[in-house]
């Protein structure tokens, strides 16, 4: 989503750069709208800019409160109207909920203890920074009339490939009768001569029978050892080749019990990686996230927005709002209640990278100590929609960076000592990994 | 020309015998077995498969296996649901408990990964019991233990819990109606919140009582105690400050009087300023203690009571009757005067269960006004009562009991009228075991009630008075399992969780407003006004009789008689009172002194031995085997077999307790005889008679040359005078090669054939072993194990020599009275006539015999680390390297196994692997068990078959000292370098450090005069290095 975005803006940019009298037609168009919009929301609330006010619950109320479902807090579509049919409370009465809510509850509202005790114990957050019109325009954002469903248009994507893979079948057919049609002519034709060539007597002259050249081959002795030492090292190469990778997983990339997409979450969002793995930093293990992690966000993101669903079913066949779902159901989580069931049924991942037990490996002296970026060995996992072992993971793979690697030794006060003879005793500005002893056997082997 | 002689091989031959003939005929003389091979004839027919379907079969298998071995395994990984906080995967969180079993107390760190406790290490803020011995080391096994009970049960069908506590309540209701007693039978808890809770159910329940029993008694000495100080205890001795040390039959380096004496007595051993302190231990068998004495006079135990009683008549007076040897009594007479002169600076300790030993000791100590003596914080971790006990078996004879619930205890097995308690056991009309092991007794009570291990428990103890340590858990209890106290709450009535219990109690009656977590966080806590919790539960015997002074000591002597051999009853090292049993760490762990593990054994002096015709002989393959003997204590008879035994004294034999258990452990465990048959009347020291028996017993046994053969510079020592007086080069001299005709120090760079690498930049590790601090105790061996995933090899592996500890500890005995004397008979060898007097030859096989007395020495020797590495070199595929810290590196995944490194090695520390120990149903020990397999350290690889393994200097705790400091960005600190050993060490006698610190501890104990190198003339450079070790030895 973010990234459709920014490349929409940096179209228009362009745009702008290059037809800048459009601008004036945009501008209109604009103005237009929001008198438009103004116009009508000012008849349908009385006071309250709903767009505005949009802006106003995104960027405070909507952490926990949606319009249509049940979050941490109530649902807010029309909650001015439904608080003055049921409860016969005003608009009064909402300035100061929210303002203050603890200070209702304390004061003993009644309906302000019953919504308290309703959601778990837990008080509202204060809004003391509203202003009475700030919550006019919210109110009146909560009011308007929830947009018409938009009938999905879904266009059946894969009918063209389909249409297309016959249309190449017309054409490589066609191309094959004209071949076939051809050599029948080619025949004809030399068929033709002949029994011209014949009829006018002509002496067709046999050439003399040649020694075929794989007779000629068999029976040169050189050929054949020389042919038969190529054919062995080739094999050998082959055969060696098809060792050195054994157990070498390189490009592994197996179907995850939930579909989980590095892409969206450290790509589109900009998520750090640490985020998730946060234990990389301290531990040899980066850690598979717990799934308490991943409800931090997932409490409130039950959905995907609508372009990303359109673009998952479209282009990994992927419904993500059903794996959102899956992980709802192995955390134990009651979407429509808002609670934890405590039925839990924990993910079993498929393990991508893996190194043998006999290489000891750590997280935290790369991530933390030498600061090399999780993309330094696992690839462009911000591109990767299904997450795949980007490198070989072999010995020779380590030694190569820890010798072409400077060992990172600013601000650390345990490389100040040992920084310093030992650059001198090798001659060198920067120490790599290597000299600093990263190649020893027992380093990695114990 | 051909010839006509006519060859042939025997008389027959040449008469053409018919048997002749028909030997011609049979290739073999014997039938060859084929149908027990094969199966018979009509089997073979009857089965269906053909050969042709055989064939077929194995060709189709190893095509599927080979063809599957091409496709990675795909392996699952499951993460938290809610991760706790504490826990991040791949990094180990310490946790302080207290292990408290009845027999071992002391105050511990565990290390838990992901959630599993996975070893035991010292808590060195606890100032009680901080040291972990083998035992508490190896504790940690015993809770992946697969035979453990894993639910409540009534006689053989597991029940719930709620059905325990309503169906037990029911029972103690209906005792309390009935009138009769409830008795708890339990370990030494030492817990304020335990007697509390039992306290409780008194009142709820008038009749019941509390007994508590020590299976290894040491209720002799609490009597005399109590008679004395009114408290029932054990006088606390802190032996760093005494000067001169007399001990008469205690094994205090051992387990005496609850053990943990060690680290305290290592401290005085050191020399500093001239001065260490001096050691005198008369005994019968050879102990720890007697082995690391300055001066051991052998003697049985009523020799032991007669000495006693002479020493008290010298030190306090009164008259002495009773008639000593002369030599003796001279001994006698030069210790009185020694301690004499140490005034306040000397103690008296014994170990004889007598309470007039114990008493007579006590008025010793009291008249020196021994510093290092301290009645008045008394030692609780003992208070076993054996009369009680015996009025209880009678009790239950008599069916006065009603119920009988125990905790702790394995009365069964411990027992000697073992069987007694079994009739008795029937009259009860409920009989409770609280145990973590379907035992001898649990299998004979109504109720097994599952205990959870000491690492799933709350609790609390009081060690010494005023000196607490809390017990917490460090995992989720494994199996539905109940403790003692849990249960005592409910059937209180009372529904508080028993962590809060102790909370609260710690609160108001212990902490004296001190943070409760703070103490938990220590493990320990030490009270200022030590608070008298006196526990009032316990049954005391009331027929205490004050004896006045002096009267303890003729009564001592005059009791001092004895009848034929005399048994001493001891506890081993590594076995204890034998509820560890089925741990075969400790199972594999080699006795100090006789190196023989999976075993005990009858220990006899060699004069005895040749008298009985008893013999000790080694086989071929250097496996030794002993003779058995039939021993008779009253009239009931043991088979045991009989280890030759140095420094036994002659008359006296010696015999351990732990072993011959056979309920609730793996068939592999049970091992040895059961001595606790002929522990009566809770005394160690028994009249017995022995004689031969016939066949031979096997034993595992890792080291077979006993003494040094007067090769100095493996162990060098020297006496306190010689060290005071004499410079470096007399007493430790660095040995010389000739370069150009001129004797050239061998560290010295021109003499060596290689060059060196320079490793003054960065760490350069060193571990420093003090053979003065070094008591042989093996709480390292044990921590080694752990640490590095070592695994066990069973009985038989170990008797091939294959046993794989990285770290073994060497006991050797001198030939002559001293190692001194060796070396000067080695010296005065006469090269050339071979067998004559002073000839080599038959000099040598002489020093093959260790003395009756020996001189001992322990030495630990683990991999030397050499700079110059004689197994690096020889290594074809360079598995074997060495990095600039000093460590030599093994490259487990690039051996292949050609064992050049381990003949090349000078110090055998080299282990290969045989099998695969971890996957081979064979070897069913830990590492063959799912259970068992939670125990391993996941930062070190689990060795396959096939290759050589040893020491790494723990490579992966240097590597996370120097991770942790690089992401902290901080200089590391002397003392951060740690081994598994040198943490296990409690006594101070391993460090290890960073020598290129030049302020480090380690730094200066290269500087120091008594440092050398184990076979420093091989040139082989060792990072590990030794101290010499000196005796306070007079002339």
Redesign the interface.
Known sequence: MKKSYQSLEVNSINNMKKVIHRKLGINILHLGLVFLLTFSTALSAQEGDPVNGKAIFNANCAACHKLDKKMTGPALRNVEQRLADSEGLDREWLYAWIKNSAGMIKSGDAYANKIYNEYGGTAMNAFPQLSNTDIDDILAYTGAEPPAPVKEEVVDDRSNPESDTSSNGLILGALALLFALLAGALYLVNKTLRSFAEVKGVELVDQPKRKPLWKAFVENQFLILVTAILFLLASAYFVYGYFMQVGVNQGYEPVQEIHYSHRIHAGDNGIDCKYCHSSARVSKHSGIPSLNVCMNCHKSIYEVAEGTQAEGLAEYGVDYNAEIKKLYKAVGWDDVEQKYTGETSPVKWTRIHNLPDFAYFNHSQHVSVAGVECQTCHGPVEEMEVMYQYSPLTMGWCINCHRETNVKVKDNEYYTKIHEELSKKYGVEQLTAAQMGGLECGKCHY | MSSNKKYWKSVEELKESSIVETLKQNEFVNEIPTDEFLGDKETLEASSTTRRDFLKYVGFSTAAASLAA?E?P??????????PDSI????ANYYATTIADGFDFASVLVKTREGRPIKIENNNLAATNGGANARVNASVLGLYDSLRVQSPMKGENPISWSTFTSETTQKLNATKEAGKQIVFLTQTYASPSTSKLISEFKEKYLNAKHVVYDAVSESAALDAFQTKYNERGLADYDFSIASTIVAFGADFLGDWQGGGFDSGYSKGRIPKNGKMSRHIQFESNMSLAGANADKRVPLTPSQQKLALAKLHSLIVGGAFSGSLPAHIEKEVQATASELDKAGRNGVVVTGIQDVNAQTVVLEINEKLESKAFNPKKPIRTRQGNDKAVMTLIADMKAGKVGALIMSGVNPLYTLPNASDFAEGLKNTDLSVAFSMKADETALASQYIAAAPHYLESWGDVEIKKGHFGLIQPTIRPLFDTKQFQEVLLLWNGNDVKYSDYVKTLWNSEILEGASFNQALHDGSFISQSSSDVVDDTVEASQDNVETPSGSAARALATSATSKGMELTLYTKVGMGDGQQANNPWLQEFPDPITRTSWDNYLTVSAADAKRLELVNEHEATGALNGSYAEITVNGNKLTVPVIIQPGQATGSVGLALGYGRSAGLKEEMQTGVNAYKLYQGFNTIQDITVTKAVGMHEFACVQLQNTLMGRGDIIKETTLEIFNTSDRTVWNAIPTVSLNHEEVEVTSPEVDLWDEF?R???HHFNLSIDLNACTGCGACVIACHAENNVPVVGKEEIRRSRDMHWLRIDRYYSSEESFAADDAKKEGFDGLGLFSENGSLGGFGELEIASDNPQVAFQPVMCQHCNHAPCETVCPVA?T?H???G?N??????CVGTRYCANNCPYKVRRFNWFLYNGNDEFDYFMNDDLGRMVINP????RSRGVMEKC?MC??KT?KT??D????????KDGEFQTACSSACSNGAMVFGDINDKESKVAKLLEDDRMYHLLESVGTKPNVQYHTKVRNTKA
């Open positions: 091409c990675g795909v392996i699952k990984s499951i993460p938290y649901v809610v991760q991040i995967p791949g990094v320079d003054s930049i960065g598995a390297s990095g600039r810290q460590q590196h093994m490259a487990y995944n690039r930062d070190v690889t689990v790494s490579i992966q590597q120097i991770l400091a690089k992401r902290d960005g901080r200089v590391i």
